[in-house]
T-cell receptor, first 111, second 114 residues
Framework: GNSVTQMEGPVTLSEEAFLTINCTYT??????LFWYVQYPGEGLQLLLK?????DKGSNKGFEATYRKETTSFHLEKGSVQVSDSAVYFC??????????FGAGTRLTVKP | EPEVTQTPSHQVTQMGQEVILRCVPI?????FYWYRQILGQKVEFLVS????????KSEIFDDQFSVERPDGSNFTLKIRSTKLEDSAMYFC????????????FGPGTRLTVL
């Protein structure tokens, strides 16, 4: 079945550091890929998405590229801020319309 | 901007009691979902619902769980006889009928079973 494997956390960075959170997936067919963010005490918010191979999703300085050859969708940001501290979830969804999430990676950014 | 809403935000119940968690999806969406997140753990898919019937369900969604769209706007999750291990955050989501399957999530209901 479909699944997502995400880099184990927690990740602690200093402000303005470069961020990478690795995500790989297993799926039959051609799923859409997503990154969701969960700020403390809040629900899930869509951060970015990509719907086909080589698509790049981007939002708020975050980027991720859908790599079919490596079945990956790594999240990157060039310069993190304290306000980026949250839990980040990689997810995939196929035509069956259920979303499969990774375990989540907790990011803490220190000033 | 339209959003998914959920009530209550926090529900406390005694073990063995029935609970109903309510969701109002985005009005023109056709697919509806429930997920749960046990504290500190991953978000787990429970069930998807389309055209007034369950389209997919996970192994977690056993006979204790049921879903309903009683009136064309609400989407409910019922747990018949709650157990301690049902304590979790429950998220409702909805999506429009498109190829991209983007789901919009509600803020969640925290269920605490004592």
């Amino acid at each position: 079945g479909n699944s997502v494997t995400q880099m184990e956390g927690p990740v602690t960075l200093s402000e303005e550091a470069f961020l990478t959170i690795n995500c790989t997936y297993t799926a039959t067919g051609y799923p859409s890929l997503f990154w969701y963010v969960q700020y403390p005490g809040e629900g899930l918010q869509l951060l970015l998405k990509a719907t086909k191979a080589d698509d790049k999703g981007s939002n708020k300085g975050f980027e991720a590229t859908y790599r079919k050859e490596t079945t990956s969708f790594h999240l990157e940001k060039g310069s993190v801020q304290v306000s980026d501290s949250a839990v980040y979830f990689c997810a995939l969804s196929d035509r069956r319309n259920d979303m499969r999430f990774g375990a989540g990676t907790r990011l803490t950014v220190k000033p | 901007e339209p959003e998914v809403t959920q009530t209550p935000s926090h529900q406390v119940t005694q073990m063995g009691q029935e609970v109903i968690l309510r969701c109002v999806p985005i009005s023109n969406h056709l697919y509806f979902y429930w997920y749960r997140q046990i504290l500190g753990q991953k978000v787990e898919f429970l069930v998807s619902f389309y055209n007034n019937e369950i389209s997919e369900k996970s192994e977690i969604f056993d006979d204790q769980f049921s879903v309903e769209r009683p009136d064309g706007s609400n989407f409910t999750l019922k747990i018949r006889s709650t157990k301690l291990e049902d304590s979790a955050m429950y998220f409702c989501a909805s999506s429009a009928e498109d190829l991209y399957n983007e789901q919009f999530f509600g803020p969640g209901t925290r269920l605490t079973v004592l």
